[in-house]
């Protein structure tokens, strides 16, 4: 069961087609797991459609979504293009390679379909080890606004204790993890914003995927913060 959704603006920026491209992402693959947004999302798209519709009949909200959407998937295409445009057959047997084994994690197989594009697009993750029990691998995007990553914590491990200089959102797409605000299961949508400090743990019988939008630079605080911190710092693209 779902419990954190994007709130109002959110989903109306992303209604209108006005959200940007790496917020709309996460949203979207929210929408495509939580039958709640997706109700609002038509609503939405209703009202702006009735909207528009008095002012210029050829245009709907809906058809103005479905542009945004398709944008964004070109979007992630042309993300791909730009990584493996010239790659070299033994490349291309390595690819391959992770491309299976990503397939056969049990932790991507029930990925809403925006992400599965993703990963279609990214088919090498290259998962690094940011602090005991934390793994991230950053997803080329061809945008440098937003950094665009997927955070896997082991089972029953705890995320040295960070706060954000940007805005960071995070949707969990297997396994859970608990902070001091809540328990957040597949679907749930968090919005850390600058200045808020949290230390997330997994649940102890499970490991945890997430996908998360960065903003600005991650500063962790605390002794492992220390250690950590360098590795965290924004690589665009
Ligand atoms: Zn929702």
């Not at 798209?45 to 945004?68: C, I, W």
């Not at 993750?125 to 945008?143: V, Y």
């Amino acid at each position: 069961m779902i419990h954190h959704h994007p709130d109002n603006n959110m989903m109306l920026e992303y209604a209108s087609g006005s959200l940007n491209w790496a917020h709309s992402l996460v949203v979207s693959a929210h929408v495509q797991l939580c039958p709640k947004c997706a109700a609002q999302m038509k609503v939405l798209n209703g009202v702006g459609g009735t909207l528009l519709a008095s002012s210029a009949p050829a245009a709907s909200s809906e058809d103005h979504q479905a542009q945004a959407f398709e944008q964004l998937m070109r979007r992630i295409d042309q993300g791909v293009q730009d990584e493996t445009g010239d790659s070299e057959p033994p490349q291309k047997v390595a690819t391959a390679a992770s491309y299976q084994k990503v397939h056969k994690d049990p932790i991507f197989t029930a990925v809403p379909p925006v992400v599965q594009k993703l990963l279609d697009n990214n088919p090498i993750l290259r998962w690094r080890r940011l602090s005991r029990g934390l793994k991230e691998a950053r997803l080329n995007t061809s945008q440098d606004r937003h950094e665009v990553a997927f955070h896997r914590i082991s089972p029953g491990s705890k995320v040295a204790e960070h706060d954000h200089r940007g805005t960071e959102i995070t949707m969990v797409l297997y396994g859970s993890f608990s902070d001091a605000d809540g328990v957040y299961s597949p679907g749930d949508f968090l919005v850390r914003e600058p200045g808020e400090v949290h230390r997330p743990t997994a649940t102890q019988d499970q490991e945890c995927l997430c996908l998360s939008v960065v903003e600005a630079p991650v500063a962790l605080t605390g002794f492992w913060g220390k250690v950590v911190n360098p590795f965290l710092s924004i690589r665009p693209g």
